[in-house]
């Protein structure tokens, strides 16, 4: 099975996403930034980090890097994607998912353990999970509050295409909650089709015990069985 990982200048979590796979039996591939082809791969996976130093705005440069273009096709032919922090930025700035990320409504750099919800769970990235479940995943951003038009939210909500939500520990949709103050507390959107994942918190840094929280593998684990099942099926 075949991961591809990107790396841009001051991504940081690239080794993170390697270690979370590894942890699973498989192996990643480091692909560079200049690169203009992914090669063979099943999934995809945009790191957390500081893409070109978040100049101009999270994501909007690394966008226009090489391997984004590989990585916009990939996506068309249904490979699977995930983006995580910085990378659901990227993805949100490469039209692969809809609406930004903004600054924290606090201003402040964020850096916590969060409670998600699972919204949807017969999807790729979350089908070994049950509606309603929490998972906690740390978080650590400056510009994660997501935002949508009116238009683009009532979309999100019909198509089911919102994966998880800040929650408190029981599990209830409250401000106190939303560590930097997302619409509707959103945490993680799915695009149409549903091969496309984005979420800010880092399920990376949630797949050893000794860091807090374990809860991160089961959405890497979701995404080894449906890599897996693709390939059955094509065989």
């Known amino acids: 099975m075949n ?30 930034h200049k690169d203009a082809s992914l090669g063979d791969t099943d999934c995809v996976i945009v790191p957390g980090g500081f893409s070109y130093g978040d100049y101009l705005r999270c994501g909007a440069i690394a966008r226009f890097s090489p391997i984004m273009q590989a990585v916009v ?15 659901f930025q990227i993805l949100c700035e490469a039209g692969l998912l809809p609406g930004a990320l903004v600054r924290n409504r606090s201003l402040h750099f964020a850096c916590e353990m969060v409670t998600t919800r699972i919204e949807v769970a017969d ?11 929490l998972l906690r ?11 949508a ?12 295409q919102i994966m998880l939500r800040y929650v408190d520990s ?28 984005g979420l800010m918190p880092h399920p990376d840094r949630a797949c050893d015990a000794r860091l807090g929280s374990t809860d991160g593998l089961k959405i890497f684990r979701s995404m ?7 390939r059955s099926r094509a065989a």
Do not use: M
């Open 3 to 32: 991961f591809s990982i990107l790396q841009f200048p001051a991504s940081n979590c690239d080794q993170d996403a390697v270690h979370a796979v590894r942890l699973l039996g498989h192996s990643a591939r480091l692909v560079w």
């Open 73 to 87: 096709e990939e996506a068309r032919a249904g490979k699977l994607v995930i983006g995580i922090c910085n990378g």
């Open 123 to 133: 999807s790729p990235f979350t089908h070994g999970c049950r509606r309603g479940d």
């Open 137 to 147: 995943l740390p978080i650590a951003h400056g510009e994660g509050c997501f935002y």
């Open 149 to 160: 038009d009116e238009r683009t939210l009532l979309d999100l909500n019909e198509h089911d």
């Open 170 to 197: 029981q599990g209830r949709v409250i401000p106190e909650a939303n560590p930097n103050g997302s619409v509707e507390n959103i945490a993680g959107i799915r695009n149409l089709e549903g091969n496309v994942f």
């Open 224 to 230: 080894l069985h449906s890599v897996e099942t693709i």
